[in-house]
Nanobody, 126 residues
Framework: QVQLVESGGGLVQPGGSLRLSCVVSGRTFTFSNHAMGWFRQAPGNEREFVATIDRSGFSTDYPDSVKGRFTISRDNAKNTVYLQMNSLKSEDTAVYYC?????????????????WGQGAQVTVSS
């Protein structure tokens, strides 16, 4: 059983920042062997890719919508992946999901990820 628990969501004004964290646990799950990703889903929309990071933390990828504003990172000693979100906009409002892939690198499709967290609400509003 693999568990992913997100934290750090909340309400922030436009232009503000938030940092999401996701702690991964599992008796047979070696965090440092797995790529990690962040996705988001707004009401009425499909789940969309936000960021991915390879197992070592050296390679990352983002869609144009968040590139330059969001940064994904990981601490393999703490089994934790982070998403630093700066210059937030109202259109960033969504439930943010952490995901783990059963591979060292994973692309942007949701089908590349095998384990998912329950999500954290991020609301950007004045």
């Amino acid at each position: 059983q693999v568990q992913l628990v997100e934290s750090g969501g909340g309400l922030v004004q436009p232009g503000g920042s938030l940092r999401l964290s996701c702690v991964v646990s599992g008796r047979t799950f070696t965090f440092s062997n797995h790529a990690m990703g962040w996705f988001r889903q707004a009401p009425g929309n499909e789940r969309e890719f936000v960021a991915t990071i390879d197992r070592s933390g050296f390679s990352t990828d983002y869609p144009d919508s968040v590139k330059g504003r969001f940064t994904i990172s990981r601490d393999n000693a703490k089994n934790t992946v982070y998403l630093q979100m700066n210059s937030l906009k109202s259109e960033d409002t969504a439930v943010y999901y952490c995901a783990a892939a059963d591979s060292a690198w994973a692309g942007p499709g949701t089908y590349n990820y095998d384990f998912w967290g329950q999500g954290a609400q991020v609301t950007v509003s004045s």
